[in-house]
């Protein structure tokens, strides 16, 4: 039997450079060769667009296409579903306030705290698109 692999998750958002720059700094990737930022002052034909990251040492990456019609969902309010969401993993509480701190520095916004949770200690954020990702100790 085959099986198709997943490459990538992408993420619609009105600004893909923007949103790929937060993920960029919050999960360390880096870019596919050919869509890194220009120089400054010159145009960013492929910013418009899509734009690849890749995760170090291979996985699972991301992207980040142009939707000009892009409407972050409203969750944990369920008038726009989130659809999909992100889950990262940190290995302590210590890496988790860490990368707590790194994520609200680039502009997430806090959804749920449950970091006093003692089965499992979580954030939930909305990255600057809207779209929600979590970070718990796994």
Avoid: K
């Avoid at 949103?19 to 418009?48: I, K, N, V």
């Avoid at 680039?106 to 949770?117: E, K, Q, S």
């Amino acid at each position: 039997m085959t099986f198709a692999t997943i490459r990538r998750v992408v993420l619609d958002t009105t600004d893909p450079r923007g949103l790929a720059e937060f993920y960029r700094e919050l999960f360390g990737l880096s870019y596919r060769p050919g869509d890194e930022p220009p120089a400054p002052g010159d145009p960013d034909p492929a910013g418009q667009d899509w734009l690849v990251l890749r995760p170090r040492g291979g996985g699972i990456g991301l992207a980040f296409q142009m939707e000009p019609e892009h409407v972050p969902p409203t969750w944990p309010d369920q008038s726009l579903p989130q659809q999909l969401h992100l889950d990262s993993t940190v290995a302590d509480a210590d890496e988790l306030q860490q990368v707590h701190e790194r994520a609200l520095s680039l502009g997430a916004r806090v959804l749920l705290d449950r970091t006093d949770d003692p089965d499992e200690q979580l954030w939930v954020y909305a990255d600057p698109a809207g779209h929600p990702f979590c970070v718990f100790v796994g």
